[in-house]
């Protein structure tokens, strides 16, 4: 079965082109923005998970193994 847009076989030197690419296409400027609001973002989706997780808990529904 093939792995969908490469993601199982990236290494270093498509790490470097892609880390080039983003430098050129946002410049030194925005990527600091950039990765804050992709923190932000991520914070804020496990906050959710959490938030569900909390209610599946508390509803008395029973976890499975």
């Avoid at 880390?19 to 906050?47: D, H, Q, S, T, Y």
């Avoid at 909390?54 to 529904?61: L, M």
Wanted: aromatic letters at 4%; proline letters at 3%.
């Amino acid at each position: 079965m093939k792995t969908l847009l490469f993601l199982g076989n990236i290494g270093t030197p498509e790490i470097i082109i892609i880390a080039i690419i983003v430098l050129l296409l946002f410049g030194g400027r925005k990527i600091p923005e950039l990765m804050k609001g992709i923190g932000k973002g991520i914070k804020n989706f496990k906050e959710g998970v959490k938030g569900i997780e909390d209610d599946i808990e508390g509803s008395g529904a029973s976890k499975k193994d």
